[in-house]
């Protein structure tokens, strides 16, 4: 069977028991009434699948009774959760049955970004997409996917190679490249190194928030309990050093606010003192002088650009010069203009601590690399930033657009344009579950399967220190047209010609991985003697592959300097716009995938418990000076843009800082989302972090002006609402009660 044929095959199977469904909008969650064959009518069954609602890939079982998926749980076997789901893991069944789902491929039926679509057989859509694109010029296309990691972003850029179009681009939190440049240069390693918390007995965190939304947040928030609870006789501690209170640092033994930006200055004064107090030895100062020749800060400097006492920065550098002393770096440090230097010098912590390969210490990252052979060989990748100047009509025009798995009219910062970025576009096509930001502008719709409908396999993207490869069958029958991106892919190639065809010689994306799997066959855990089918298989029913054993793979060491030391950028001046923007993702909605779930919409935000809505986190002191009261309407106003949201009054927010939850402020993300809260990123303008093309996320100042009262759904009491003796502890510095309130930044 042709790979055209299978997938037209498989539309059919998968639409037929939506027909029905299909003559009339289903105005509730889809039902699925399909049993399979053996089981007995209400008969439970766990099936294994991977989770893809993050980059993290965390194995889960998913309990399905009479063909319906019932309840998420977490795979034990899976090394990067070992039995944890997060809510944003529970709530794909949301995803699964959304009544906002796309069914079927759908085609404008108006002009771009009216809103106006019209179903069309999956056959038309493909062809009229390999139409687009085969009469395109190669240059003239560009690639966005949300995939950057694992055999789906390799297959975007064989793609790309093939065609001879210029590399994807992946669209990912910007603080992740530059982790990953950080740790290029302060470790020498390619990718995000492991952290192995569970064994520490001291953890600081500059700016990571280990127990948000971040990286891998199942495996850290385990790892954190396991090092604070898992030992009989000894507790670990978390420090967590960074300007917000995050969940992590609301978490933490200590939390040191920092100035926003001044992260890097505060690691190399501990640093320093690690260095005069002898806790490095000679060779470890050697290896740390090639990030940084130059001699640290002062504790008393560090004390002033940071706003934290010198005391503290003297403890904190004696609690790091004890034995199994660990320091994560990223998140937070890393969205300033000055992050790649903030997180270098993190991260460069850990030579001077001479933790590299051992427990309790930073391993290099640890990967089978299944997909790596799928990617021609220099395969870059094009800046997200360099895709939105070609759409704002700077370079190359884009006369086909092709968006897979990923919004980024929603994502992308008003600075570069988006708000008619797409106007001057050619053909754009979108591979989506879901009319988003970026989808309603879309000529052409293609549906995609969520992961528990497709065969999926993948690897997580932020390594937990041993291999992992999750795989896994599909848990239920799909419910609409809708495929795995690679299948796409591999459609796409197939109607180019035969010269990018013969680049995919695969029916499938099984086939795909299968072929990747028996190239390496010998090497993998189990693989010797088995064939790549049978091998395949059992992965299957077990969830994937997975090594085994404690974390493995010393990282090299710096690779170079560091970049120069420089002041935090921050656009807009301090006289117009007083407050500087902390944008952060809520454990509720994190980049806004869960927005359109009302399980996650009533979540409460575990800090503000603010529930269905965006909010301002503002310091009381500040409030009082504006007139603003709990859950008062804001504008909120900075040079890219404005946004009204609610005022939450937080005593451990530090004056002259605000900050807003990402994810939030769609204009067309299904009902539960459109029209929700504000997007944060209207406020942002494009302040790149130096060094790299990344957005720096915390270089916006903002002004703020009340608007009026309003209401705000909450769990918990407010700030205003505590009792009339009831003090609240916490000031934005806390242990230094004393310290003046005005606002440094
Ligand atoms: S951390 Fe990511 S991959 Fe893991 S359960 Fe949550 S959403 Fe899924």
Request: glycine letters at 12%.
């Amino acid at each position: 069977m042709r790979r055209r044929d299978f997938l037209k095959a498989s539309a059919v199977t998968a639409g037929a028991s939506l027909i029905d469904g299909c003559k009339e909008p289903e105005p509730e969650y889809i039902v699925q009434m399909v049993r399979p064959t053996g089981q007995l009518p209400g008969e439970p069954v766990w099936r294994p699948g991977v989770c893809r609602q993050c980059s993290a890939g965390c194995g889960i079982q998913v309990r399905v009774i009479d063909g319906n998926a019932k309840k998420v749980e977490g795979n034990e076997a899976h090394p990067v959760n070992l039995g944890g789901v997060c809510a944003l893991g529970h709530s794909v069944l949301q995803e699964l049955y959304n009544p906002d789902r796309l069914l079927q491929a759908q085609r404008s039926g108006g002009s771009r970004g009216d809103g106006s679509f019209e179903p069309m057989a999956w056959d038309d859509a493909m062809a009229q997409a390999v139409e687009a694109i085969g009469s395109a010029s190669p240059e003239g296309i560009a690639i966005i996917a949300g995939d950057r990691s694992g055999f789906t972003g390799a297959l975007w850029s064989r793609l790309a190679d093939a065609m001879g179009a210029p590399p994807p681009a992946f669209l990912e939190p910007p603080e992740m490249a530059v982790e990953r440049l950080a740790s290029r240069i302060a470790l020498g390693v390619d990718d995000y190194p492991y952290f192995d918390l569970a064994r520490a007995e001291t953890v600081l965190s500059i700016g990571a928030p280990l127990l948000d939304r971040w990286r891998s947040p199942v495996h850290y928030t385990r790892a954190f309990a396991e090092m604070r609870r898992g030992r009989a006789t000894r507790r670990g501690r978390l420090l967590q050093a960074e300007a917000r209170m995050s969940l992590t640092a609301a978490n933490a033994d200590e939390w040191l606010p920092l100035v926003p930006g001044s992260e890097g200055t505060f690691a190399r004064a501990v640093a320093g003192l690690l260095m005069a107090g002898g806790a490095a030895d000679a060779q470890a100062v050697r290896r740390y002088r090639v990030l940084f020749p130059a001699d640290p800060p002062s504790p008393a400097d560090a004390a002033d650009a940071c706003d934290v006492s010198e005391e503290r920065i003297r403890k904190v550098a004696e609690e790091l010069g004890g034995d199994g002393a660990l320091v994560v770096g990223g998140g937070s440090a890393a969205a300033h203009s000055n992050g790649l230097y903030n997180v270098v010098a993190a991260l460069g912590l850990n030579v001077l601590l001479g933790n590299l390969g051992r427990p309790g210490g930073v391993f290099a990252p640890a990967s089978f690399g299944l997909a790596r052979g799928l990617a021609p060989s220099q395969a870059g990748e094009t800046p997200i930033a360099e895709v939105a100047a070609r759409l704002r009509g700077e370079g190359t025009a884009v006369d086909v657009l092709i968006v897979a798995d990923a919004d980024p009219l929603h994502d992308m910062p008003a600075g570069w344009g988006r708000a008619d970025l797409l106007s001057g576009a050619g053909t754009v096509i979108a591979l989506s579950s879901f009319r988003n930001d970026t989808a309603l502008q879309a000529d052409l719709i293609l549906p995609l399967a969520t992961e528990l409908e497709r065969f999926e396999a993948a690897e997580p993207t932020t390594s937990v220190g041993v291999p992992a490869l999750g795989v896994a069958q599909p848990v239920v029958d799909p419910v609409g047209d809708g495929v795995h991106p690679a299948e796409i892919v591999l459609a796409l190639a197939d109607g180019l010609g035969d010269d990018v065809a013969s680049r995919f010689p695969w029916r499938n994306f099984q086939a795909v991985v299968t072929a990747r799997v028996e190239d390496e066959l010998a090497s993998l855990p189990g693989g010797a003697g088995a064939t790549a089918a049978s091998y395949l298989r059992d992965a299957a029913d077990n969830g994937g592959i997975f090594a085994d054993g404690e974390p493995r793979g010393t990282p090299p060491g710096p690779s170079g300097p560091a970049p120069e030391a420089t002041d935090a950028l921050v656009e807009g001046s301090a006289d117009e716009y007083a407050f500087v923007l902390l944008p952060f993702e809520s454990i509720k909605a994190g980049e806004g995938r869960g927005s359109n779930r009302p399980w996650l919409q009533e979540h409460p935000d575990p800090l503000s418990t603010v529930m269905w809505n965006s909010w301002v986190e503002i310091s009381p002191a500040d409030a009082e000076r504006l007139g603003v009261h709990e859950a008062d309407l804001l504008r909120v106003s900075s040079p890219s843009g404005s946004v009204e949201a609610h005022a939450v009054l937080d005593p451990a927010v530090r004056p002259g800082v605000i900050s807003m939850p990402l994810g939030f402020g769609y204009r067309d993300y299904g009902r539960y989302a459109e029209g929700r809260g504000a997007n944060v990123l209207d406020l942002m303008g494009s302040t790149q972090v130096e060094g790299t093309s990344t957005l720096a996320r915390a270089a916006t100042r903002v002004r703020v002006e009340r608007l009026g009262t309003g209401e705000l759904v909450r769990f918990g009491r407010s700030y205003e609402d505590r009792g009339e003796n009831e003090e609240i502890p916490v000031g934005w510095a806390p242990h230094e009660p004393t310290r003046p309130r005005e606002a440094r930044v």
